[in-house]
């Protein structure tokens, strides 16, 4: 298996604009995180999803952050305006049942301008 | 949640035993203990687990004493590769305790 594929590797662009991050989990796996990294406040959980359907969604910041998982292959992430504090390396895992064990993804990095 | 605490940094020189312990004084009984590595622009990975005792893997060593208040990850013999920031994290995310990163713990290896 390929791993954890998170697109794009790196994205740039300005406040105000619309982001979507891509994630393909491994196969077969049943459980979806989102991580969110930076400096300031180290590596921190956004949302994760079972079998497709969000379990805890208590880390995402605001209304601004989406995400959706419409398949078991495939979620996405949305910031919706960006500003520059959205700022980070956004990492996408997944787990079998032992959800202990995640499989990370290389991550976006994001800059907002 | 428990809360772990590590050093925020440790140097080493290639080949040498490092040894790198986590206190975690309010674990719960369902709690495990597991640790990641993360390589520079790289996701974390997954090292070990341990609920007690000791276990070994082909990467590291777990010891976790009768108490579990506490765990050392034991990586042999380190070579400069082994440059990373080391998590210890504690929970069971099947009980509701999903874990959380701390700042880790940045080995250093040096020639």
């Known amino acids: 298996d390929a791993g954890v594929i998170q697109s794009p590797r790196h994205e740039v662009t300005e406040m105000g604009q619309e982001v979507t991050l891509r994630c393909k989990p491994i196969?077969?796996?049943?459980?979806l995180f989102w991580y969110r990294q930076t400096m300031m406040r180290g590596l921190e959980l956004l949302i994760y999803?079972?079998?497709?359907?969000?379990?805890?969604d208590s880390g995402m910041p605001e209304d601004r952050f989406s995400a959706k998982m419409p398949n078991a292959s495939f979620s996405t992430l949305k910031i919706q305006p960006s500003e520059p504090r959205d700022s980070a390396v956004y990492f996408c895992?997944?787990?079998?049942?032992?959800?202990?064990?995640?499989?990370f993804g290389a991550g976006t990095r994001l800059s907002v301008l | 949640l428990a809360k772990t605490t590590q050093p925020i940094s440790m140097d080493s020189y290639e080949g040498q035993e490092v040894n790198i312990t986590c206190s975690h004084n309010?674990?719960?009984?369902?709690?495990?203990i597991t640790w990641y590595q993360q390589f520079p622009s790289q996701g974390p990975r997954f090292i070990i687990q341990?609920?007690?005792t000791k276990v070994t893997n082909e990467v590291a060593s777990l010891f976790i004493p009768a108490d579990r208040k506490s765990s050392t990850l034991s990586l042999p013999r380190v070579s400069l590769s082994d440059t990373a920031v080391y998590y210890c994290?504690?929970?069971?995310?099947?009980?509701?305790?999903?874990?959380?990163f701390g700042p880790g713990t940045r080995l250093s290896v040096l020639p």
């Open positions: 196969s077969g796996h049943d459980y």
């Open positions: 999803f079972n079998n497709n359907v969000p379990i805890d």
């Open positions: 895992a997944s787990s079998g049942q032992v959800k202990n064990i995640q499989y």
């Open positions: 341990g609920y007690k």
């Open positions: 309010n674990i719960a009984t369902n709690d495990y």
């Open positions: 994290l504690v929970g069971e995310w099947n009980y509701g305790q999903n874990f959380v």
